[in-house]
């Protein structure tokens, strides 16, 4: 049975954090999928198809990650696409007090499923996509947080 792990995100942008969790995490996969969760109730600064096509360069040179959209609850998209394995990264304390919540839920919802937590690397731990988002609204220089092959 294949190893297969999602990165559920709304990616808006995705940052070099979410890329380091995504390479770092790749020997404990046969696939990681990242899927960005379509919220019709959560409204995104960047259009879907744009976050589709940073993730999809960022992520051009592993041949075992793909790229994804879903729609309602990510345990469910889980089931669709076989995976075992949901895999998130933890900057801070309070990230895992959420993560953690989150995790045990979604096993009760499907007891075949595990969350595998990465913690981020230091020097990038103090990066989110909602700080990048308030760079760009104001005109700052965001390209130090946001992987080489982004361009806002």
């Known amino acids: 049975m294949d190893r297969i792990a999602v990165f559920p995100g709304s990616f808006d942008p995705i940052t070099k954090g979410h890329e380091s969790v995504v390479a770092r995490s790749l020997g404990l996969f ?20 744009q976050r589709l096509d940073w993730l999809r360069l960022v992520f051009m040179p592993y041949k075992n990650v793909e790229i994804q959209t879903y729609r309602g609850l990510t345990v469910d998209f889980c089931r669709q696409v076989n995976a075992r394995f949901i895999l998130r990264g933890l900057r801070t304390a309070a990230d895992f007090e959420f993560e953690r919540g989150i995790g045990q839920i979604n096993r009760v ?4 499923l595990e969350t ?3 913690l981020t690397l230091p020097e990038f731990s103090a990066i989110s996509s909602s700080i990048i988002r308030d760079i760009i609204r104001n005109g700052g220089d965001a390209y130090p947080f946001l992987p080489d092959k982004v361009t806002i």
Do not use: C, Q, T, W
């Open 30 to 49: 046969d696939k990681i999928i990242v899927a960005i969760g379509d919220n019709s109730e959560k409204r995104s600064y960047f259009p879907l198809e």
């Open 116 to 118: 595998v937590f990465l």
């Open 109 to 112: 919802m499907n007891d075949g």
